[in-house]
T-cell receptor, first 114, second 118 residues
Framework: AQSVTQLDSQVPVFEEAPVELRCNYS??????LFWYVQYPNQGLQLLLKYLSGSTLVKGINGFEAEFNKSQTSFHLRKPSVHISDTAEYFC????????????FGGGTRVLVKP | GAGVSQSPRYKVAKRGQDVALRCDPISGHVSLFWYQQALGQGPEFLTYFQNEAQLDKSGLPSDRFFAERPEGSVSTLKIQRTQQEDSAVYLC????????????????FGPGTRLTVT
């Protein structure tokens, strides 16, 4: 069985400061990893994904994430946040054997302060 | 182009009523997923279709939950005899087939239906 742990439920950060959202997963098979963002009263939007290849993945809106197989982590980073980055962020894992259904972490709420 | 749409966006049901939630996936998307998101939590998988075939329904919480996709396009999630614990946002997502390469692993989500059972 797969599981995803997002270590921080809330992350307050000042505008233009860097942010890192932590994600650890457990799985007995090779996995695909995703980060989604959810704005209030909206569905989830894909920020970036790791399927294979380079462990440093760049996504939309200036976000990037690094896959670390030995630490089973997939932390999300942004060097300089904007007010508009205030949202909930979800890390998710899937495996092809399970039909690509996603297992999500509990989410991290990012609040960007001016 | 049009994304995934869901209707209604909001639904209030009295305990014991039946509800039906609709999902219109992106045209041409083979895979369709339903997730349940309780307040303050991450989404949890309910069920998965490949065209009209329901290949995985392991996440459905009880036999009161039923999903269908009869023509391989629009899907309906039905909840019978709703209970208060069914209150949640129900998210639908669609994707290309995984045989489409890396794009097949990207799920596109609708805005969700917020169900409140009173």
């Amino acid at each position: 069985a797969q599981s995803v742990t997002q270590l921080d439920s809330q992350v307050p950060v000042f505008e233009e400061a860097p942010v890192e959202l932590r994600c650890n997963y457990s799985s007995s098979v090779s996995v695909y990893l995703f980060w989604y963002v959810q704005y209030p009263n909206q569905g989830l939007q894909l920020l970036l994904k790791y399927l294979s290849g380079s462990t440093l993945v760049k996504g939309i809106n200036g976000f990037e994430a690094e896959f670390n197989k030995s630490q089973t982590s997939f932390h999300l980073r942004k060097p300089s946040v904007h007010i508009s980055d205030t949202a909930e962020y979800f890390c998710a894992v899937s495996d092809q054997a399970a039909g690509n259904k996603l297992t999500f972490g509990g989410g991290t709420r990012v609040l960007v302060k001016p | 182009g049009a994304g995934v749409s869901q209707s209604p966006r909001y639904k209030v049901a009295k305990r014991g009523q039946d509800v039906a939630l609709r999902c219109d996936p992106i045209s041409g998307h083979v895979s369709l997923f339903w997730y349940q998101q309780a307040l303050g939590q991450g989404p949890e998988f309910l069920t998965y279709f490949q065209n009209e075939a329901q290949l995985d329904k392991s996440g459905l919480p009880s036999d009161r939950f039923f999903a269908e996709r009869p023509e391989g396009s629009v899907s309906t999630l039905k909840i019978q005899r709703t209970q208060q614990e069914d209150s949640a946002v129900y998210l639908c997502a669609s994707s290309l087939s995984v045989t489409s390469g890396s794009m097949g692993y990207e799920q596109y989500f609708g805005p969700g239906t917020r169900l409140t059972v009173t």
